[in-house]
């Protein structure tokens, strides 16, 4: 079997908007039609250099995506990178893909001259939370958010 991490492309609309809705089914939430077309826009819009997405394929089946955006941060001279949305097909899991496609997010931010990648997750995200202690350090911080 065959994992192959690449950026988004015109074709994979369909299949990222299954992926990236089954994502957001995780989390309890959705977005209207209008929000996933004007997101698959941004994520091909090379005006738009600061929102990225990749797809993962197992032997040319989508089987997972990530979303990051770089971005100002006034504590550094160097954007970050911010890891908006990450998610692998729950019958894929376990196989290694998460962890692919964040080091595919990593290895883009490095090219990008972006050191600092950073993401949140919910507390219950148990499975996803034992891959990210082994790929990056947990910070103290907590979220406010209006």
Known sequence: MTLTI???SAGDQPNWTNLWRLYLE?????????VYQKTFERLLD?????????IALQDDKPVGLV???????????????YLQDLYTDPSMR???????????V???????GTP???WLTEDFNKPAR???EQVAGLTPFIKYQR
């Not at 995780?26 to 209008?34: A, E, G, I, K, P």
């Open 6 to 8: 690449r950026n988004i």
């Open 26 to 34: 995780y989390y309890q939430t959705s977005v209207s039609d209008d």
């Open 46 to 54: 090379s005006n738009r250099p600061q929102q990225n997405g990749m």
């Open 67 to 81: 979303h990051f955006i770089y971005h100002a941060h006034n504590w550094r001279i160097e954007d970050a990178c």
């Open 94 to 104: 376990g196989m290694g893909i998460g962890r692919k496609l964040i080091e595919a």
């Open 106 to 112: 990593y290895k883009a931010a490095d090219a990008n």
């Open 116 to 118: 600092s990648v950073y």
């Open 130 to 132: 034992r891959l990210y």
